[in-house]
């Protein structure tokens, strides 16, 4: 795979090609922000309960799906990928092979 050098000048899709790939920042998600998260907009007990997280799925608190797609988007968005236009959604398929923990 060949890694792109970005710059200021906005990219097509046809500009893009297989295997290319563009390096983000990383966040780091802390357990309050989860909770917050959850109690806002996705409020179930592997969200919001430590404790009650130990006998779910996730066997701990994990961070919302829809919170790690968000702060996937700011990533995106403030990489450094300038596809002119913008990053609109007009279709896909989103999976969480792995929990987000703090």
């Known amino acids: 795979m060949t890694e792109k050098r970005l710059d200021s ?23 309050a ?4 998260f959850a109690e806002q907009f996705d409020p179930q007990p592997f969200h919001l309960d430590p ?6 799925f996730f066997e701990g608190l994990a961070a919302s799906g829809w919170h790690t797609a968000a702060l996937t988007m ?10 002119a236009g913008g990053l609109i959604g007009t279709g896909g398929t989103l999976s969480w092979p792995k929990p987000t923990r703090r």
């Open 51 to 56: 404790v009650a997280a130990r006998s779910t």
């Open 74 to 83: 700011r990533l995106l968005v403030t990489g450094g990928l300038r596809l």
């Open 33 to 36: 922000a989860i909770r917050a």
């Open 9 to 31: 000048q906005s990219l097509y899709l046809e500009d893009l090609a297989p295997g290319q790939r563009w390096v983000s920042a990383t966040l780091r998600v802390e357990e």
